[in-house]
């Protein structure tokens, strides 16, 4: 059984950073693609970042590209989710997924991955 566990969130000035991690168990890591995304009160689920399997293709939606970084350390099972220069539209529930790995790149549709974290909560004030 696949698990994945988000933790960092929490409630931050805008201009402010967080550090987002997502920690996974219940199969092998490195052979899957992973996303992060997010969801804000009455809106859908969105494409935020993902990155493939060995890091070396990383996407980002343009909302965030700039402020945002993905990684991943494949010995430690984590991806991180670096947050710089917070804005309060980035107020939201940041969850991590594991791709499915339909596509040569990693996916940035929600209906392409197949596990999901809980969620961690993240409030920007401004």
């Known amino acids: 059984q696949v698990q994945l566990v988000e933790s960092g969130g929490g409630l931050v000035q805008a201009g402010g950073a967080l550090r987002l991690s997502c920690v996974a168990s219940?199969?092998?890591?490195?052979?899957?693609?992973m996303g992060w995304f997010r969801q804000a009160p009455g809106k859908e689920r969105e494409f935020v970042a993902a990155i493939g399997r060995s890091a070396s293709i990383r996407l980002y939606a343009d909302s965030v590209k700039g402020r945002f970084t993905i990684s991943r350390d494949n010995a430690k099972n984590t991806v991180l989710l670096q947050m710089s220069n917070l804005k309060p539209e980035d107020t939201a529930m940041y969850y991590c997924?594991?791709?499915?790995?339909?596509?040569?790149?990693?996916?940035?549709?929600?209906?392409?991955?197949?596990?999901w974290g809980q969620g961690t909560q993240v409030t920007v004030s401004s």
């Open positions: 219940g199969r092998t890591f490195s052979n899957y693609a």
């Open positions: 997924a594991e791709d499915m790995g339909i596509l040569p790149i990693p996916a940035t549709a929600p209906s392409l991955y197949t596990y």
